[in-house]
């Protein structure tokens, strides 16, 4: 797909015509094309040719020609011109964190500097702190987060911020005069990866708090510090975390948890509407001329622009804006819906426990099933099992049911869906499963006539229920297959197949806007956690948020329903 190419590019433009100070209409309308195209799931090319793309709100004329011209050459006239405005090297500066287009324009312009390593001389020789809004204060967090940027690695994922977030709030909680205390940013939004994980805290005395949070055991480096605010990187179990914690008064906290929730393409929206209704919306409340008309709360807020209230997991500015004005967002997915997990393996392939012991696990979290999947004799690095062995075990499930209670165990397998689009066992044996998954898990560099052909084949098969993984990505270690998500998806609903939503946070796979486009076609999803120890279970919030930020209901996602209907569903794709 370009799509992530085009988005970058529109992106690229905004920010260089922010480093020219140019018009700040211009720069919000070029942000907002290149966020559609990153959105949307379907590869520009088709679209363009479709005509749809002339008709997404947001695309403008001018947007257009430049979207015709970027499929026909791969380039943007444009573009190409802006970059000769200014020396290619500042786009560098603005991968530091806490430096944005303006801090550059300013650095350029007053100091001539041109990079890194000459941003890195001017902290040294203090001009960079003498410059006018910078300072000692704003020049130090620059230069830890030039420290930061050469030891990241970027991105981190959502297990890894909700563990770090964890680690603070459990320290700010226990500190005296503190109120609600709210995770904020795209860790709320439940993003598929994190930039900085952002607190919010009610209380008085501001600058106490960010003193005992900069000198917790935890800080491997502050950033910055002041009255308000706390910048810094903590340590966790996994990774180093850039954590941002700020402190508002209770008065406006539902001003400030609006605002630094984001994103930021739904905050510019709702303050275009502000405006237009003659208000003011920032993080310290809803004015009316000087007077606050909301801020205590984020519902009050919603309510006085004249909408609904819009859950965290939808403020992407994908239509929920609209939705929120005439009443009909979806009630999401809810993680109490979910009756089972259909996608789980045991020490039989590579699992570390067995299967009574992963049965019980499920059922002390309230599901009424689980299925077992373990990997197919393709798959021999993952210990695979054979047409001999699967026999077996569906045996060993069948005398399990009779004597574990309160749980019904299906069994299943995830079949490797081999390099011609065939899987690795034959009907007669699918049929004695109660459910069964097909996936990828070789090739998955092969181009994209090959892994789409391939897995539409799969679908093709009568007794295949669902796809799991489908695009094969490793968030920050593995692209996704270059496969047609479109395709996949009409086939899917043609052939009666669900997709997944695996819910381990390394694959978020299908991700969220896949999730909306399989809804809007009618195909059933699946959320699975591919556990492969008890511990898995817990990563099923992460797959029901995913779902949900595609607009899921209860009743788009197959394992809320109960047993019996699992079992109808399955059916009716037999001959
Ligand atoms: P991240 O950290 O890159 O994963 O993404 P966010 O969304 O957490 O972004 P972050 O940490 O830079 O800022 C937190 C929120 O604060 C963001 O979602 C919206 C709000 N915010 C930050 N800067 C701006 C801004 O310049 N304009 C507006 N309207 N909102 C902003
Ligand atoms: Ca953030
Ligand atoms: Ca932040
Ligand atoms: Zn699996």
């Not at 040294?124 to 020049?139: E, I, M, N, R, V």
Request: glycine content about 8%.
């Amino acid at each position: 797909m370009k799509n992530a190419v085009l988005s970058e590019l529109f992106d690229q433009m905004a920010d260089i015509m922010e480093i020219l100070g140019e018009d700040r209409f211009r720069i919000n309308t070029y942000r907002r094309v290149g966020r559609i195209i990153a959105d949307v799931p379907t590869d520009i090319e088709t679209l363009l040719a479709s005509g749809d793309l002339a008709k997404t709100p947001g695309i403008g004329k001018s947007s257009l020609a430049k979207i015709e011209e970027f499929v026909k050459t791969g380039t943007i006239t444009a573009h190409k011109q802006l970059l000769t405005k200014i020396p290619p090297t500042l786009l560098e500066l603005l991968t530091i964190p806490g430096v944005g287009p303006k801090g550059v324009k300013t650095i350029y312009e007053k100091l001539d500097v041109k990079t890194i390593a000459e941003l890195k001389k001017a902290i040294k020789s203090g001009s960079l702190a003498q410059l006018p809004g910078f300072g000692d204060k704003k020049a130090a967090g620059i230069a830890k987060g030039i420290e930061f940027l050469e030891k990241s690695t970027g991105r981190i994922r959502l297990d890894q911020a909700v563990e770090a977030a964890d680690i603070v709030t459990g320290f700010l909680k226990k500190l005296p005069g503190i109120g609600k205390i709210q995770t904020a940013g795209s860790l709320r939004r439940r993003a598929e990866t994190i930039g900085d994980v952002d607190i919010l805290v009610a209380a008085k005395n501001g600058k106490k708090i960010i003193d005992a949070f900069t000198k917790a055991a935890f800080i491997q480096e502050v950033l910055a510090a002041g009255a308000t605010k706390g910048s810094a990187i903590i340590r966790t179990e996994s990774a180093p975390v850039h954590v941002d914690v700020r402190v508002v008064p209770k008065k406006s906290f539902g001003a400030a948890a609006q605002y630094f929730t984001g994103s930021k393409q739904h905050n510019v929206r709702l303050r275009e509407i502000a405006v237009k209704a003659k208000l003011k919306l920032n993080e310290y409340g809803l004015f009316k001329a000087d007077k606050r008309i909301a801020g205590a709360t984020e519902e009050e807020i919603y309510k006085k622009l004249g909408m609904d209230f819009i859950d965290p997991l939808l403020r992407e500015d994908r239509g929920e804006i609209e939705a929120a004005k005439i009443h009909t967002l979806p009630k999401l997915i809810d993680f109490k819906d979910i009756k089972g997990d259909l996608h789980v393996h045991t020490n039989a392939s590579d699992g570390n426990t067995d299967i009574s012991e992963m049965a019980r696990a499920a059922r002390d979290m309230g599901y009424k099933y689980i299925c077992i999947t373990d990997h197919s004799k393709s798959s021999a690095i993952a210990n695979g099992l054979s047409t001999k062995q699967l026999a077996n075990q569906i045996k060993q499930i069948r005398k399990l049911n009779e004597k574990i209670k309160g749980i019904t165990i299906f069994a299943g397998t995830e079949m490797d869906i081999l390099a011609d689009g065939s899987v690795d066992f034959d009907n007669k044996l699918l049929a004695d499963l109660d459910f069964v998954i097909a996936s990828i898990h070789s090739g998955l560099a092969s181009s994209r006539e090959k892994v789409t052909t391939r897995t539409l084949k799969a679908m093709d098969n009568p007794y295949v229920n669902c796809i799991a993984h489908p695009t094969g990505r490793l968030l920050g270690q593995r692209e996704p297959m270059d496969i047609d998500m479109a395709a996949v998806i009409e086939h899917a609903a043609q052939t009666h197949t669900a997709l997944e939503v695996n819910a381990n946070p390394w694959r978020l796979d299908i991700k969220d806007v896949h999730c909306k486009m399989a809804i809007e076609a009618k195909v059933a999803l699946v959320i699975g956690t591919d556990s492969h120890s008890t511990a898995g279970f817990s990563l099923m919030g992460f797959g029901v948020a995913t779902a949900a930020r595609g607009w899921a209901t209860k009743a788009d996602v197959l394992n809320t329903s109960p047993l019996a209907k699992i079992k109808s569903w399955v059916k009716a794709k037999r001959p």
